[in-house]
């Protein structure tokens, strides 16, 4: 084959290749950007008040930013950071950045997070005491068994003086609880399985969002955590590799509007759920 020949030869084949990468693109942005301009994200997220909130989003205020919610709940802790990483879903929203950083360090996530949303403030419930001072000595107190949010709940009781910690850290276990002056027995659960089990026990700790979907009202529990400079807001979370990041930041942005804020203050006026930002 003359010298000619090959070069033209290898200047069709790079055409080829050139003219499939294009295409290639083209497929990928018309993916990210979905029909009409309008890119639909696949939001995990827990039922209350996660789902809530992004069904409020997508009603009033995504048409006109040009995105469209897919909202698949999870009722765990743990697989909505599974699902995110296997790009499953697009986002999700449903952990604070407590447990985020914590998920991280323990799995190797590599998500990117956005500001704080809200905050579920968690508070100790009990169906047999009216008071704090009324729990009695031996009495059985139920908290969250994923490290960060046990870590809080522990925090919670050595705020109401019930315990001392000798770990001011996020991952402060049971075993560094080092004074129990009412000798108090503190069991373990899922955090969703714990308002079901608040009949059986003398007291537990409740996150905001489980207790809301209970109907248990922060006025009524003994002790409620304080949302003044508070750790555990909620966050969206997102791969950084997603095609989908300009939908994403959409998104960001609007779960942070006034109107979002006034959502969740008309939908939740018992403060188990709270803006983090005005």
């Keep these: 084959m003359s010298t000619f ?12 290749a050139l003219g499939a990468c294009s295409s290639s693109d083209g497929k990928d942005k018309s993916a990210a950007e979905g ?3 309008v890119t639909k994200l696949i939001v995990g997220a827990s039922p209350v008040p996660h789902s809530d909130i992004l069904q409020f989003v997508n009603d009033k205020l995504a048409k006109d930013a040009g995105i469209e919610l897919e909202i698949k709940q999870y009722t765990d802790y743990v697989q909505p950071n599974v699902a995110l ?23 190797g996530y590599k998500f990117e997070v956005g500001k704080p949303v809200h905050i579920e403030p968690i508070a100790l419930y009990s169906n047999k ?24 709940g522990l925090k919670l ?47 537990a700790v409740i996150n905001g969002n489980f207790a809301q979907e209970a109907k248990l009202k922060p006025a009524d ?15 969206l979370a997102w791969r ?39």
């Design 157 to 203: 009781l050595q705020d109401a003086k019930l315990i001392k910690l000798s770990s001011k850290s996020q991952s402060a276990s049971i075993a560094d609880i080092s004074e129990n002056p009412k000798h108090l027995k503190i069991k373990e659960s899922e955090a969703a399985a714990i308002p079901v089990q608040l009949a059986d026990v003398d007291a």
């Design 240 to 278: 950084p590799d997603n095609k989908k990041i300009a939908a994403i930041k959409k998104l960001e942005k609007l779960i942070h509007s006034p109107a979002v804020a006034k959502f969740i203050t008309e939908k939740y006026p018992d403060k188990n759920i709270i803006p983090a930002f005005k």
């Design 35 to 37: 029909k009409n301009g």
């Design 5 to 16: 020949k090959k070069f033209s030869a290898l200047l069709a084949a790079a055409s080829l």
């Design 85 to 107: 990483n296997a790009g499953e879903i697009d986002v999700n929203f449903y952990q604070h950045l407590a447990y985020y950083q914590e998920e991280a360090a323990t799995k």
């Design 129 to 152: 005491y009216k008071k704090l001072e009324d729990i009695p000595d031996g009495a059985t107190i139920v908290i969250n068994n994923d490290p960060s949010n046990q870590a809080r």
């Design 221 to 235: 529990s003994l002790f409620i955590e304080s949302v003044e400079n508070n750790p555990y807001a909620n966050i």
